[in-house]
Nanobody, 114 residues
Framework: QVQLVESGGGLVQAGGSLRLSCAAS????????MGWFRQAPGKERELAAI???????YYADSVKGRFTISRDNAKNTVYLQMNSLKPEDTAVYYC????????WGQGTQVTVSS
C-alpha cells in the first residue's frame, strides 16, 4: 500500500506562485502514474495535471501554461509548480497514485485572493 502526504498549500494573492509537494511512501512501485486533482467548494473533483513513465505529462486546459508537474524519483516525490495563480484556482488539491487513481492524499488547501 502507498501512502501520500501533500504539503505546500496556503494563501497567495492573484498572480502569485505556490509549489505543492506529494511525498509517497510504502509500495512506491505503484506510483508509475501520479496526478494532482483539485476540488473547489460546491464543485466536482477535477484533474489538474498528471505524469507517467519517463516524464510524460498532461494538463487540464484550465492550468496549461501556468502549472508544471514534475517528479523526483529518488525522493519519491511529485511536485506541482503553480504560477500566475487566479482566484478560480482556489481549491483543495489532492495528490493521487494510479490510473484510475487508487490512492489519495489527504489534500492541501490553496486559496488565491483577488
Amino acid at each position: 500500500q502507498v501512502q501520500l502526504v501533500e504539503s505546500g498549500g496556503g494563501l497567495v494573492q492573484a498572480g502569485g506562485s505556490l509549489r505543492l509537494s506529494c511525498a509517497a511512501s510504502g509500495r512506491t512501485r505503484s506510483t508509475h502514474v501520479m496526478g494532482w486533482f483539485r476540488q473547489a467548494p460546491g464543485k466536482e473533483r477535477e484533474l489538474a495535471a498528471i505524469t507517467w513513465g519517463a516524464g510524460s505529462t498532461y494538463y487540464a486546459d484550465s492550468v496549461k501554461g501556468r502549472f508544471t508537474i514534475s517528479r523526483d524519483n529518488a525522493k519519491n516525490t511529485v511536485y506541482l509548480q503553480m504560477n500566475s495563480l487566479k482566484p478560480e484556482d482556489t481549491a483543495v488539491y489532492y495528490c493521487a497514485a494510479g490510473s484510475p487513481p487508487e490512492v489519495w492524499g489527504q489534500g492541501t488547501q490553496v486559496t488565491v485572493s483577488s
